[in-house]
Structure formats: structure tokens, C-alpha cells
């Protein structure tokens, strides 16, 4: 992430991390949410990102399989275009698209069912 992303870095204060009330594990992700001013924390482990504590810091928190269906319903062709490009970059071999999208449904992969039915949707029109 540091290498990928450093404008992504923020400085949590302790106290900040102190007074957060989800998880104990995943408090210091909530805090720096928090400290970034972000809308939403993209998490595959929801349970541990409640309302009761994200409601304070008006945050939500979203499965990156609705995160990524939200962004699809403003930007589908950029988002159709950027799998595309994925699709060949893959590590071991280029993947055709369909297969990419058969990839991206697999629970052990990225499980993302919803994101990719709309994909087929819009592609089938």
C-alpha cells in the first residue's frame, strides 16, 4: 500500500484509535477512515464495522462487491475498459474478459457476483 499508494498514508493519533468502539482489531482501520475524512470503508468483514460505531464519524461501511456496483452504475464503460486492460495483465497469462469475470465471481478470489452480473447485463444489451 505504502509503495502503491503514499498519498493514501495518514497519521492516526493514539487517543483517536482510543475511542473508537467496533472491533479492538480493526479499530485503527475506523480511525483512519476517520482522520482522512473518507465516506466509506470498503471491507470485506463488515461485522466487524457496525452502524452503532461508524454512525458517530458518519461513516458506512460497504462490501467492496456494492462499493465497486455503486461506482459500475456511474462509470461502466470505464469500468468495463479498465477490466479489459486487467485482463491482459494478469500475472501468470492474459485472460480473455469472460474469463477475467469468471475469476471475479469465485469466493476464494475477489467474490464479486453482483458487480460482475451487471457487467454481463450491460454488455448484453
Known amino acids: 500500500m505504502k509503495a502503491a499508494f503514499p498519498e493514501a498514508m495518514v497519521k492516526v493519533p493514539v487517543e483517536l484509535e482510543e475511542v473508537m468502539t467496533n472491533h479492538p482489531k480493526d479499530r485503527h482501520v475506523l480511525a483512519a477512515a476517520v482522520t482522512a475524512n473518507a465516506d466509506v470503508i470498503v471491507t470485506s468483514n463488515l461485522t466487524d464495522f457496525n452502524a452503532e460505531a461508524l454512525t ?12 465497486l456496483c455503486l461506482l459500475f452504475e456511474d462509470y461502466p464503460q470505464e469500468m468495463i475498459q479498465v477490466l479489459r486492460q486487467q485482463s491482459q495483465k494478469y500475472r501468470r497469462r492474459p485472460l480473455s474478459f469472460q474469463e477475467l469475470l469468471a475469476f471475479l465471481t469465485k469466493k476464494d478470489g475477489a467474490n464479486l457476483q453482483k458487480l460482475v452480473a451487471k457487467i454481463r447485463s450491460y454488455e448484453s444489451r
Do not use: R
Not at 458517530?56 to 462499493?67: I, M, R, V, Y
Open 56 to 67: 458517530p464519524w458518519n461513516l458506512k461501511a460497504q462490501s467492496p462487491d456494492d462499493f
